[in-house]
């Protein structure tokens, strides 16, 4: 099974981080659900270009945040997780800060906007 993920070269983010970014999206959207069996290591590097330690280091990351199970040579799975609002709210936060700072912003004013913005009335 191939996923759909795009390295990008020239990006400043680590390709491991690339492709574990991409996996979580890929959960997050459902576009890969629970029990969904992903490529080997090998098999990944291969689509993505990638060196296989590369995406090894994506997958050992994955696991340990709970998002993929490893079933030793059976292979690796989409994890069932809990999923509850606060996790899924650390998830939103996270990637809102990653587009922040990847539009220049500095860590300084993302906390200056976020306090802005969480004393604003809904």
Do not use: C, K
């Amino acid at each position: 099974m191939a996923l759909s993920l795009v390295i990008d070269p020239d990006s400043s983010e680590p390709p491991f981080e690339q492709v574990r970014r991409g996996v979580m999206d890929l959960v997050a959207r459902g576009d890969l659900i629970v029990g969904t069996r992903l490529p080997t290591v090998r098999a990944l590097a291969d689509d993505l270009g990638i060196a296989a330690n590369t995406a090894a280091r994506a997958y050992r990351e994955l696991e340990a945040a709970g998002v993929i199970e490893t079933r030793g040579r059976h292979g690796s799975f989409v994890a069932a997780r809990s999923d509850s609002a606060r996790e899924q709210a650390q998830q939103a936060t996270t990637e809102h800060v990653a587009a922040l700072r990847a539009l220049g912003i500095a860590d300084d004013d993302i906390v200056a906007m976020l306090a802005t913005a969480v004393r604003r009335p809904s």
